[in-house]
């Protein structure tokens, strides 16, 4: 296909100078504004007020891509995830604290469901959780295996009196 001269003539333009919009390369061609931009389109440049405004990450100027909500970048927006701290209450003592919120994000998403204030209070709320569900367990077991229990406790105790 031969490219129509006019089309020629604007690609050769706007190859030399992109940032020619359409009303200048009318009149540098002596053609209507709507002709140029007409010719603009069908050789692929969107019309000037359809193009957005760049956008640049407000922390480092780094070019946004259109994609990007907000106004940082990728790489700034999780730097400042992990300086925002989030309020979480303690399941335990129901004392408030903060967590990072690029730490409870991730625990998140690996199953975490609970947050404690301190290790102390993960141990506690642990072990009482860990003694309900043994009592559900051992609602649900046969007598064999309870029996199985009883032998388990009463081997060391026989140990114990073979010491003495
Ligand atoms: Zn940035
Ligand atoms: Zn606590």
Redesign the pocket.
């Known amino acids: 296909m031969i490219k129509a001269p006019r089309q020629e003539q604007i690609g050769t333009i706007k190859k030399e100078s992109p940032k020619k919009r359409a009303v200048d390369i009318a009149r540098e061609l002596g053609i209507t504004r709507q002709r140029a931009s007409q010719i603009l389109r069908r050789l692929g440049y969107p019309p000037a007020r359809l193009s957005r405004p760049k956008r640049y990450c407000a922390n480092c100027g780094k070019r946004l891509s259109r994609q990007t909500a907000g106004n940082l970048c990728l790489a700034c927006y999780r730097a400042d995830l992990s300086s925002v701290n989030i309020e979480l209450a303690?399941?335990?003592?129901?004392?408030t604290?903060n967590r990072k919120k690029s730490y409870v994000i991730w625990a998140r998403k690996e199953g975490q469901q609970h947050f404690?204030?301190?290790l102390?209070?993960r141990a506690e709320w642990m072990a009482r959780h860990r003694r309900h569900s043994l009592k559900k367990e051992e609602s649900h077991e046969d007598s064999i295996s309870a029996s199985r229990i009883d032998f388990i406790v009463f081997v060391p105790l026989g140990i114990v009196r073979k010491g003495d």
């Open positions: 303690c399941p335990q003592c129901g004392k604290f404690f204030c301190s102390s209070c």
